[in-house]
């Protein structure tokens, strides 16, 4: 095994990193894009957009916190068993057909979203965003990704990536402007007018001039096919079920805390611009997270790594027992952002590395699944607790719990063949 102090190692193996990243991204520059915007348009179904409008959707249908959340995480578990299902055919269907059918259905979700008249109407188009937003097109950027790329699959999965977070640095800023100058449902409107204009138009043009998959003919790219496990025999590996708590942590952690990142905030005298100001550490240590694990990855291997990328979070948790400065709230979502970079980027190449890519879209599915899953479980949890406790110290433990026992499972992981 190799300690966490192997990010230094990293860039003692080739002194011209830079160069070879420009290289390579100039290289597969149309196969990263598309991963990159796929990775972008997610944001519409993402927790943090959705959030947004929580205020809105209360206030024009009675609801409250507790009768919204839960509208959000039953439509948002109902999304993930039809992920199971839907996602299984990017095997099948052609990338092309598949992408248009997840764009053209997420644009007009969000249409029905700004003419939503009732909670019925409310809760489906939840359900949609959910499945064609945060589903779909998260799974349809990493699949895509971890299925074309091999021996530089780390650099892929960490360029495409950079689409989450940039949606999450720029969609926040501009969604507040549009509601307070035109209101939510004007724009619920415009963002369905944009995503069918731009992504589009942007993601037919890639799919209709390129084919991916002879650009993934390059150095030490082939032979990706040479094994490939079926979704029933992985469920019946022990190793799955040893690292997949470890990969499904920050999808529970990171909605957990940002669906109650205002009650947090008051909890921990932070004002909401001090928030809004801090999801550009999230954003940015994101990136830098996806960066640095996919260097990692390609040089050690998703499995050899992944047992220590939480030990950032974990020390930054232990910060927050013992102080709730400003700058502490800065750190916190600068380590949410670096963590869960690395593990996006770790997981997913971990997956291809232990089953092949043969079948990757319906072990992918299976896996998003369990993270949509965990995704809607941590809202109500969370919520259970600070109403109960009145404090965020009780998630701090729990989640240092959590951490050093999936953790030592993966480790374990690692010591079976």
Not at 117 to 127: D, E
Not at 153 to 170: P, Q, V
Request: with cysteine; net charge positive.
């Amino acid at each position: 095994m190799v300690p966490f102090f192997i990010i230094i190692d990293i860039w003692s193996l080739n002194h011209n990193i830079p160069l070879v990243l420009i290289n390579f991204i100039i290289k597969n520059s149309n196969l990263l894009i598309f991963g990159f915007l796929i990775a972008f348009a997610s944001g519409f179904g993402q927790t943090f957009f959705i959030s947004l409008f929580s205020e809105d959707f209360r206030e024009t249908f009675n609801l409250s916190n507790t009768q919204f959340g839960s509208l959000y995480s039953i439509a948002t578990i109902l999304s993930a068993l039809t992920i199971i299902w839907a996602g299984k055919l990017i095997d099948t269907v052609s990338l092309k057909k598949y992408t248009l059918a997840i764009v053209l259905g997420l644009s007009i979700t969000c249409f029905f979203a700004s003419i939503v008249f009732n909670v019925i109407l409310l809760f489906f188009v939840i359900y949609f965003l959910r499945l064609f937003g945060q589903g779909l097109m998260g799974h349809t950027s990493r699949t895509t990704m971890a299925r074309y790329f091999k021996a530089n699959r780390g650099k892929a999965l960490a360029i495409s990536g950079f689409g989450f977070s940039f949606g999450e640095m720029i969609y926040p800023f501009i969604v507040v402007i549009l509601i307070l100058t035109f209101g939510w449902r004007i724009t619920w409107f415009s963002s369905s007018v944009f995503i069918i204009i731009f992504f589009g138009v942007f993601l037919y043009y890639l799919l209709n001039k390129n084919n991916f998959k002879s650009e993934s003919g390059f150095e030490n790219e082939d032979n990706q096919n040479s094994f490939s496990w079926r979704r029933r025999d992985v469920l019946t590996d022990l190793k799955f079920y040893l690292y997949l708590p470890l990969t499904l942590f920050m999808s529970f952690t990171v909605t957990g805390f940002l669906f109650h990142q205002v009650f947090i905030g008051q909890l921990n005298n932070w004002t909401m611009l001090d928030i809004a100001q801090s999801f550009i550490f999230y954003a940015i240590c994101g990136i830098g997270g996806s960066l640095v694990s996919g260097l990692l990855v390609d040089k050690f291997s998703g499995r050899s790594v992944i047992t220590f990328h939480l030990i950032p979070m974990a020390l930054i948790f232990i910060v927050m027992l013992f102080s709730n400065h400003i700058f502490v709230l800065y750190l916190y979502m600068a380590g949410l952002g670096l963590s869960n970079g690395f593990t996006e980027n770790m997981s997913n190449s971990l997956w291809a590395e232990m089953y092949g890519v043969k079948n990757l879209g319906a072990i992918r599915a299976l896996l998003t699944f369990f993270g949509v899953l965990a995704s809607a479980a941590s809202p109500f949890l969370y919520g259970l607790i600070l109403d109960e406790t009145n404090s965020i110290n009780t998630l701090i433990y729990m989640s240092l719990a959590l951490i050093i026992i999936f953790s030592s499972m993966s480790f374990i992981g690692n010591k079976i063949k």
